[in-house]
RNA sequence: CGGGGUGUAGCGCAGCCUGGCUAGCGCGUCUGGUUUGGGACCAGAAGGUCGCGAGUUCGAAUCUCGCCACCCCGACCA
């Protein structure tokens, strides 16, 4: 055996950050390029984190009291003509369609034929497509409120596309409702804040700030943006999801009205809001280290991987009986309400490499069994989250195996947010603030401060300018904390409250 | 779309500047043997349109031009 490397990961997080989350996907085997520009192919295990999301999330949903629908890819052109500002925002990055049939070409290949009457967008989202059903559906007050998710892929053509992070088609949920008033409307866009917020942090241990984007970063054609947004480990924020209110900009744009119990013609007030794939990106970049994926339980496809040691086939037979054993008795224990998911990896492979097979996709627990353990009642146990590991009685283990997936999620979620709150300040100086966000390190310009907390005024031409120079942006003005009045760092004008700002994805 | 970088075996890379015989190396794979609480060791073997296309040349992985893809930085964004 020659040297071996001390981190099954290179390069390290240190020293190279974006690379090393590319390696991290490969050999977690979570996704891969595909033969499309900007899309990815999301293999098994990436996408059973995904499902594991799915899950949690359509349960929350449901228990909000929103219903799952599914509306069409496809969005005729002069549909998304009719927000002035949607069209601004998303035009830009449409994938359109404008035939319906291919036909031989003179070179033996295919060329479109049968143009459309009227070219189709492929949606980038769906609020102009839902909003016209919606037109039809909703009459009286007694129609309302619509509250209505679907899960779909989207299409955005980006410049320039990451794994998970921003792919030309991605996965996503989006919620779109429709109420009779204002305070209604508001309320479900901060409900449906607060239920990713509490997604975020207790499925996905990943601390978040809920916030309040500002005009500049809304979703166009929104009257606000909330906003939750986490720290990955590089200190950049990554906005994690967003919850819009989209007051009555869209209803009068597609004439959604009711008849309210006067008899009067009413415009609705409508929502929308969703995740992503992304958040497969946030939590690779929240917990992961250099050793690999690290998933917290709560999302792991896999709890428990039970990996048999054994030297010659009479071993073989006894150790695999005692692993079946163990693999049905683990199933018989519950966490989070449900089964253990627990595998055994019997494949004829070495044991060192096994291991690192499942170090490396993140696999919260490992299990090592040989026919030493078995002869004292014992199993050896590792902690992926910890790295530590120590043989364990066989019952104890399996009646400990549900509260130690508990401290796991825990202590991942503890470690994410220090990690935030060691590389979050306030400030309250332009100096402090320039020093604060420019690199130690030219060449590695990811080694900055974090989050920083200013007193700011949102329409100084200042702010602009400083944080263009700076490559920094206002992620949220942040609502759970009080907010009082001040002067703003970089206009000297006075400040009604504080912004989080940060690098970003 | 602008700047930079990369593209050579499944993975990671060397070779390119200063063109030259059958294009190398590490890991992995296959075969045989030795091992066995651990990403093993020895021997042997398989595996390559050197991103694609033109050009220069007796000869191109190597030089020139064009294209494509990916990565990083920017503009834009979930």
Known sequence: MGKQPKTAITPTRAEDYPQWYQQVIKSADLAEVSPVRGCMVIKPWGWSIWENMQGVLDRMFKDTGHVNAYFPLFIPMSFLEKEAEHVEGFAKECAVVTHHRLEPGP?????????????????????????SMYAKWVQSYRDLPIKINQWANVVRWEMRTRMFLRTAEFLWQEGHTCHATEEEALEETRLMLDVYADFAENTMAMPVIKGEKTADERFPGAVSTLTIEAMMQDRKALQAGTSHFLGQNFSKAQDITYQDQAGELQHAWTTSWGVSTRLVGALIMTHSDDDGLVIPPKLAPSHVVILPIYKNDEQRSVVLEYCDQ???????????????????????????????????????????????????????????????????????????VGTVLTEIQSSLFDQALKLREDNSRTIDTLDEFREYFTPVDKDAPEIHGGFASSHFCEDAPEVQKVLGELKVTTRCIPLDQGQEPGTCIFSGKPSTGRAVFGKSY
Do not use: C
């Open 326 to 400: 163990l693999q049905k008795q683990l199933k018989e224990q519950t966490y989070e309400g449900e089964q253990i998911r627990v595998i055994m990896d019997d494949r004829d492979i070495r044991g060192g490499e096994k291991k690192w097979y499942h170090v490396k996709r993140g696999v919260p627990i490992r299990v090592e069994v040989g026919p030493r353990d078995i002869e004292n009642g014992n199993v050896f146990m590792s902690r992926r989250d910890t790295g530590e590991s120590n043989g364990v009685s066989r019952d104890e283990f399996v009646t400990q």
């Open 107 to 131: 070179d033996g290949g295919l060329v479109p034929a049968g143009p459309l009457e009227e070219p189709l967008i492929v949606r980038p989202t769906s609020e102009t497509i839902i909003g």
